[in-house]
């Protein structure tokens, strides 16, 4: 017997209570990841924002005789302790640079110690009573403030908190990255126009296949140990060096190029290549001509994904010496370098409040680049996506 | 409709003479995919600057016949070719035939239109180029010209060469194909069904285009439209279940069938 529409009805209420249920239950999984995302960003800015300004104390610099030998006698004994050492340290090379200081006395801003600047932003520090009493004073005259933080971009890493900086493990990032790039990307495109368009169809190619797969699964940490075997114990590469770092995030870095050109290869429709074979075209040609071309963009922004996992790998580059104190920028493939999230990762293990700041920072900074690495990668993919 | 025919007027058996020369010759042509065959010792002679038309069901070997005459079938892994396909005395199916060699002298024109992602220039000048027929430049573009105009194209695209190929209509696109094909200057134009994704105006552009065509090719169509094979087609071969049933002149063919086969089909009562 056909049951009534009122029937019907009444038998769906629990149905129907029960999507509604699954439809918070999802939005609410939704809401949760949302809310885990923000509270780590605003703990990272929170953190992090107070490290793009620095404390700065505007002191009397005495280039005397006496300073160009024992620069703590440029300034006087009250802020002594307040100014960085690290800023002292450079008066008497600064001298000798310009002769014409030699004997004048001026006013300048220098770089307070971290501990005043920590201060200047409101935190718990060790100094005492008596050099808050001159910080005090300082600020009064106005003599003490925060200023942008120019040395965070352009130090390298430096055992005196306020001097320290990302400069030399962004430009270790970059050289490494080239590295990776220059190695991964045409081994990675080759491997997968030779795959796609060339190799036949058989259990030899399937097997390759899984395994490429099966290599981006890999835990990074392997290709870590797989580059200190291979390019610096078999073929002798520098450890800690742009080069060995470079290679072994390619080697991380090469399933992933492979997989996404692939897919890019292979989404470029057959009548182009049938269009291309029937006027006489050879495989190669039909690649290079056509094919790569239309490709093309699903690579760029493979490979941009790809570049931008390695950019912020660490756990292979710990492996192969990457994590080293580093502050001078290396300026060659062969120096010993470091990488951004090295950096990051040394700082973090640093006690002092202004480590932490920086750390913090630091990720902020990487964040950065990757998000907009990631931009440029949806960017090419919208702008020059062909539709079939 | 049949008074435009060129034919001999004797009904072609293979042992007859002809007026016309051969351009290709095919003799016991079998093909394999995998296991499953789908030629069945295929005999077929094309002549030359003549429109030979392939019709048949769905499925009974005429696109895979057309596909054999520039060994397209090579790019199936699965395929395999047996037999002879005779022309200028050599088996294309051979070996000693390069099928790089063998598809710029005959050329192909495909079922869907698909130009090259690129100018419409880049489209016709492209193939040429790589074959070098032409180097770029003046010569390059008078080749363009020339192969556009024998396409019926020319006068429609001659101020927007620059603009993409896929940006023309349907009808457009496959006279593009068209003459991307004559550029390379091939002997034989493989058609694969070419107006079957047309409109019936685009459709009877390209058949008047097929007829000037033939004065310097010679054509083998693939048609599942039976008007337009009585229409363009100088000699119609009857394909069934990867066998030619019948090959004869076009006006024989359509009017007095040897096989009854064949009179069904033509009649409509199946396929």
């Known amino acids: 017997m056909a049951q009534s529409l009122d029937d019907i009805s009444r038998q769906l209420k629990k149905r129907h209570r029960r999507s509604a249920q699954m439809k918070w239950l999802s939005m609410s999984a939704l809401i949760a990841a949302g809310v885990f995302l923000v509270l780590f960003l605003t703990d990272m800015l929170i953190k992090g924002l107070p490290a793009f300004q620095q404390g700065y104390i505007e002191v009397e610099i005495d280039y005397s005789e006496r300073a160009a030998e024992l620069p703590l006698a440029a300034v006087q004994a009250d802020v002594r302790d307040l100014v960085s050492r690290g800023y002292l340290r450079l008066i008497p090379g600064r001298m000798a640079e310009n002769e014409s200081l030699l004997g004048t006395q001026r006013m300048e801003w220098v770089l307070a110690d971290d501990e005043v600047d920590q201060y200047l932003k409101g935190r718990q520090t060790g100094l005492k009573d008596k050099q808050i009493a001159v910080i005090d004073r300082l600020a009064e005259q106005g003599r003490a403030e925060l200023k942008f933080n120019t040395g965070f971009f352009t130090n390298g890493d430096s055992k005196l908190p306020e001097m320290a900086g990302l400069a030399s493990a962004a430009i270790g990032s970059v050289l490494v990255l080239i590295v990776t790039l220059a190695f991964a990307f045409p081994v990675g495109v080759m491997t997968a126009v030779y795959l796609e368009e060339f190799a036949p169809d058989n259990r030899f190619t399937r097997f390759l296949e899984i395994n490429i797969n099966n290599l981006a699964a890999i835990p990074s940490i392997l290709f870590g140990l797989l580059g200190l075997a291979i390019f610096i114990n078999f073929f002798g590469v520098p450890r800690s060096s742009a080069l060995a770092g470079g290679l072994t995030l390619g080697l991380m870095t090469l399933p992933i190029i492979i997989i996404t050109s692939r897919a890019a290869l292979s989404a470029v429709p057959d009548s182009i290549r049938h269009a291309a074979f029937g006027v006489g075209a050879t495989r190669w040609q039909a690649v290079r001509d056509h094919v790569l071309p239309l490709s093309m963009p699903g690579i760029f922004t493979g490979s941009i994904i790809g570049l931008a996992q390695a950019l912020g790998e660490t756990a292979p580059l710990i492996i192969i010496g990457m994590i080293a104190y580093i502050p001078d920028a290396p300026t060659s493939f062969t120096q010993a370098a470091t990488v951004l999230p090295a950096q990051i990762f040394t700082w973090a293990g640093m006690p002092e409040s202004s480590y932490v700041e920086r750390t913090a920072a630091g990720i902020l900074v990487l964040l950065t680049v990757l998000i907009s690495l990631n931009a440029t990668a949806v960017y090419l993919r919208k702008k020059f996506e062909h539709r079939w | ?271």
């Not at chain 2, 072609?12 to 051969?22: A, I, S």
């Not at chain 2, 995919?33 to 295929?42: C, E, R």
């Open chain 2, 1 to 271: 409709m049949t008074s435009k025919l060129a034919s001999p007027g004797a009904p072609v058996t293979f042992n007859q003479e002809t007026t016309h020369e051969l351009e290709l010759t095919v003799r016991g042509l079998n093909l394999w995919y995998g296991q499953k065959q789908a030629l069945h010792g295929i005999d077929l002679d094309v002549y030359q600057n003549n429109i030979t038309a392939l019709i048949g069901p769905s499925g009974c070997g005429k696109s895979t016949f057309l596909r054999c005459l520039n060994r397209m079938n090579d790019l199936i892994p699965s395929a395999r070719a047996e037999g002879e396909i005779m022309m200028e005395g050599k088996n294309v199916l051979s070996k000693q035939v390069d099928e790089v060699a063998l598809r710029k002298k005959v050329g192909m024109v495909f079922q869907k239109p698909n130009p090259f992602p690129k100018s419409i220039y880049e489209n016709v000048a492209y193939a040429p180029r790589m074959h070098d027929i032409v180097s770029k430049g003046k010569e390059q573009d008078e080749l363009v010209e020339q192969s556009l105009r024998a396409a019926g194209l020319w006068d429609e695209v001659k101020d927007q060469l620059d603009q993409p190929g896929t940006s023309l209509s349907g009808g457009q696109q496959q006279r593009l194909c068209i003459a991307r094909a004559i550029a390379v200057q091939p002997s034989v134009i493989l058609m694969d069904e070419p107006t079957s994704a047309l409109d019936p105006i685009s459709t009877a552009t390209i058949e008047e285009l097929m007829h000037e065509l033939k004065r310097d090719y010679t054509i083998v169509v693939v048609t599942h439209n039976m008007q337009q094979a009585a229409r363009v087609a100088d000699y119609t071969a009857f394909f069934h279940l990867g066998e030619v049933i019948e090959y004869n002149d076009t006006a024989t063919m359509f009017s007095t069938p040897d096989k009854k086969k064949t009179e069904d089909y033509i009649t409509g009562r199946y396929g």
